[in-house]
C-alpha cells in the first residue's frame, strides 16, 4: 500500500499563494489517483483538486481553492493554493486511490483509500 507525506503548509500572508507537496511511498506511485482536500476548523474536510490518467480535476465548482500538478519521476503530487484569506486556515490533505479505469477523478472523501496526515496553512491579514 502507499504511503503519504505532505509537506509545504506554513504561514501565508492572505492573497498569497503556497505549493504544498505530497511524496508517495510503498507502491508504483503511477497506479494511483490522486487527490487534495482542506478542512478549516469545525467543518467537513473539502474537496480542492484531483489528477486521473494524466488531467487535472477541480470539480467544476468555481472556488478555484487550488492547482493540481503532478510529478510521477518524483512520486509527487503539487497543490498551489489560491488566494487564502484570513478565513481560510486549514489543514490540507492529500489522498490517494488505486485507478482501475480511464479518467476517473474522485472528488468524494470515501471514495480515497490512503490519506496523508496533513499540512496545516495558516492564513495572515
Known amino acids: 500500500q502507499v504511503q503519504l507525506v505532505e509537506s509545504g503548509g506554513g504561514l501565508v500572508q492572505a492573497g498569497d499563494s503556497l505549493r504544498l507537496a505530497c511524496v508517495a511511498s510503498g507502491d508504483t506511485f503511477s497506479r494511483y489517483n490522486m487527490g487534495w482536500f482542506r478542512q478549516a476548523p469545525g467543518k467537513e474536510r473539502e474537496f480542492v483538486a484531483a489528477?486521473?490518467?494524466?488531467?487535472?480535476y477541480d470539480g467544476h465548482s468555481g472556488k478555484g481553492l487550488g492547482t493540481i500538478s503532478r510529478d510521477n519521476s518524483k512520486n509527487t503530487v503539487y497543490l498551489q493554493t489560491n488566494n487564502p484569506n484570513p478565513e481560510d486556515p486549514a489543514v490540507y490533505y492529500c489522498?490517494?486511490?488505486?485507478?482501475?479505469?480511464?479518467?476517473?477523478?474522485?472528488?468524494?472523501?470515501?471514495?480515497?483509500?490512503?490519506w496523508g496526515q496533513g499540512t496545516q496553512v495558516t492564513v495572515s491579514s
Open positions: 489528477w486521473s490518467r494524466g488531467i487535472a
Open positions: 489522498a490517494a486511490i488505486v485507478n482501475r479505469g480511464p479518467y476517473n477523478p474522485a472528488s468524494v472523501t470515501n471514495e480515497y483509500s490512503y
